[in-house]
């Protein structure tokens, strides 16, 4: 997620801002920028780290061209971590207007910006970079046109662009108007604004919101508004700070816990307009609305993790918002997949007759899930291959073959190896891949993004839940493409895939007995994992985490396997965990979980087992029972992964290890 820090009070407002982005550096991102109103715009961005930006200040400034940057009182700062459009210098925030008169900063996805971005160029309009982000800003410069002009109706929304609620007049939009008959809805007048600092932006900010679909943080600065900074979000977090010298805006209360513990959180679809010793927040209509006062009793550093002890607890609690950001814009109304930023077209998949899965790791544990699903949609041949082994062992491929590379940093020197060999064999290959702009997805033929936003502990958690997601997106892909699938079959499972982020939400609810149960088992000196079907990469998973983290020793079995060799590792009291399939889905394979549970529990196992509500026949053998919520066969690892993730953390807590960054590992292997 992106970084994003707004002041407006009576002090310097550059070094406020630049501070509040560094207490957010650890959120990751790949290019900075700032934009302050000092008898006019002065605005600086880069790509990379905050260091780049400040040498051009100092350039600036000594050079005498920052025009006031350093002294003007209302500003915006952002750390991009990029989504739409690689990190470069045109691409950082701010972006402004095409006259120069506002900067806007944005953290989120704007679903329609497509559609809103062609309706712009249609009208003119000459775009200086590849983000959504850029749409708001010359939309916010044409509503202030329209409002200073006194027109109390919003200004048209481009054709195609439902402006919900409001009634678009017939007047130009940037010198074009729109064609009679645009959607038109219920008769809306937008509130005249009154003389009062920023009432005007805010209004034009209300007006710009109600036709963004997605999710957005948004702060702008107005050249003739100096003073005042307007912010708006939906389903993105924005928090005020209440200041004795002035106000702050934030994405997290670690940009501005230096100087103030009073803050407002804001609600969803609010307007806040905060000048130097006023804070107002309207809903997007512009009625008059509030925010959750609090106190923030967090210390900086405990800020910067969102009040969780290490980033890793941040990160398994931010995998509902993960998953859903993963699967936003890419579900259609009708249920069916939307991956036109795939760029693979449908003759060449439907010529598809085999994939090849590559990665390492965490992400390998995703491919081997994706396998089960991709197969029995598609019905293609579906390989999951360990990058580090797959060239060197001559596989069979030609330019039929599609091999998806699955990597959350896209650095990953393994997987990286793979796919150049791939494309040596005139493959196609798609990565799968969480950072915008790394070296895997720039040499794949097409990319999915996954959108878990940075992911700081080493231990991956929400990048592998939305790792899933992609791989279940690519999979209904080539199904509905091939019509191997109708599209009620496609809109069916599209709803189930809606449902988890709740679903995984509610098991997040229920972790503290996995916690005390993690306390109870740090001094084992080694847990097995078993499980079927899907049930068994996630045991492989689980086992990966408690290595990774408490250094213990784990293995994951494929429960079938365990008459074969590995039972005979069972011993008094030796913790197995038990990952149970549904009995709705696949009741043959609940049943021969249950009989292993039996041989296991025979032989002296601690029995932790992880099944759904519901199932009652697994309670009579299980030392302790985890729930999780009902869910389809193939999707059950997004919820029974994560008591995985959280037994490891807290074995490797009370074990006094460092969670986020564990001996011996990096976060991304750049290495082979
Ligand atoms: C997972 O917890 C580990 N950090 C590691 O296995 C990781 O998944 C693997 O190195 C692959 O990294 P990537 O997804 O960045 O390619």
């Not at 302050?36 to 200040?57: E, P």
């Not at 020197?413 to 895997?440: F, P």
Request: charged share 20%; net charge negative; proline share 5%.
């Amino acid at each position: 997620m992106c970084g994003i820090v707004g002041y407006a009070g009576a002090r310097p407002a550059l070094g406020i801002v630049l501070d509040g982005l560094r207490r957010l550096e650890y959120r990751g991102y790949d290019s900075a920028g700032v934009a302050v109103i000092n008898s006019g715009l002065l605005s600086c961005k880069r790509s990379g780290k905050l260091t780049n930006l400040d040498k051009a200040l100092a350039e600036l400034s000594a050079n005498g061209g920052d025009g006031g940057l350093v002294t003007g009182t209302t500003g915006i700062g952002h750390t991009r971590w990029a989504t739409h459009g690689p990190p470069t210098d045109r691409n950082a925030h701010p972006h402004q207007s095409t006259n120069g008169r506002i900067a806007v900063i944005h953290n989120g996805i704007i679903e329609n910006f497509a559609t809103l971005r062609a309706e712009l160029e249609a009208a003119g309009v000459e775009f200086a970079s590849d983000t959504d982000t850029e749409c708001v800003a010359h939309m916010l410069a044409a509503e202030l046109t329209a409002l200073e002009e006194g027109s109390p109706h919003q200004a048209p929304a481009p054709a195609g662009v439902p402006a919900s609620g409001t009634v678009p007049n017939k007047g130009p939009l940037l010198g074009v108007s729109f064609e009679e008959g645009s959607p038109v809805q219920a008769e809306h007048v937008s509130r005249v604004p009154s003389s009062k600092p920023g009432e005007v932006l805010a209004e034009a900010m209300r007006r710009v919101c109600r036709r963004l679909e997605g999710a957005f943080t948004l702060l702008v600065v107005d050249k003739e508004a100096p003073g005042v900074v307007v912010g708006a979000r939906r389903d993105s977090p924005l928090v005020v700070g209440r200041g004795e010298d002035g106000n702050y805006l934030a994405s997290d209360v670690s940009a501005f816990i230096a100087h103030t513990r009073e803050a407002v959180e804001l609600g969803q679809d609010q307007v806040v307009t905060i000048t130097a010793d006023a804070v107002e927040i309207t809903d997007f209509r512009g009625e008059p609305a509030a925010g959750r006062d609090f106190h923030v009793d967090w210390d900086a550093t405990a800020a910067e993790k969102g009040g969780y002890d290490y980033f890793m607890l941040k990160e398994i609690a931010e995998q509902p918002r993960a998953v859903a950001d993963t699967l936003r814009g890419r579900l259609s109304d009708t249920g069916q997949i939307m991956l036109d930023e795939v760029r693979v077209s449908e003759q060449d998949l439907r010529d598809v007759d085999k994939i090849f899965i590559v990665a390492c790791g965490t992400a390998y544990h995703a491919g081997l899930v994706a396998k089960y699903a991709i197969e029995h949609w598609t019905r293609i041949p579906c390989e999951v291959e360990l990058a580090s082994e797959f060239r060197y062992r001559d596989p069979v491929l030609d330019r039929t073959t599609m091999v998806v590379a699955i990597s959350q940093s896209g650095e990953t020197m393994d997987t990286l190896m793979a796919l150049r060999h791939a494309k040596e064999q005139h493959a196609r290959v798609l990565a799968i891949c969480n950072t915008n702009g790394s070296t895997i997805p720039r040499e794949s033929d097409a990319v999915l993004y996954t959108h878990a936003g940075p992911e700081i502990a080493v231990a991956s958690t929400k990048a592998f839940l939305t790792q899933l997601i992609a791989c279940y997106l690519v999979g209904l892909h080539l199904a509905q493409v091939r019509g191997i699938m109708y599209a009620d079959e496609v809109a069916t499972i599209v709803s189930q895939l809606q449902e988890m982020p709740g679903k995984v939400d509610s098991v997040l609810d229920v972790m503290e007995p996995v916690r005390q149960l993690g306390r109870e088992l740090a001094g084992s000196p080694s847990v097995l994992f078993i499980g079927r079907h899907v049930g068994y990469p996630v045991a492989l998973e689980g086992a990966l985490k408690l290595k990774e983290l408490a250094y213990m020793h784990a293995e994951g079995f494929a429960a079938g396997e365990l008459k074969h060799g590995p039972i005979a590792l069972i011993d008094n009291g030796t913790p197995v965990v038990c990952v149970v399939p549904s009995p709705v889905g696949r009741s043959v394979l609940h049943d021969k979980i249950v009989s292993n549970l039996q041989e296991v529990r025979a032989r002296g196992a601690r029995t932790i087992v992880i099944a759904e509500e519901g199932d009652e026949a697994v309670a009579a053998y299980a030392d302790h029972l985890v729930r999780v919520p009902r869910t389809p066969t193939l999707l059950a690892p997004l919820v029974t992964t994560v008591p995985l993730q959280v037994l490891a953390c807290e074995i490797a807590s009370a074990r006094g290890h460092d969670v986020d960054q564990p001996r011996n590992l990096a976060k991304s292997v750049t290495v082979e």
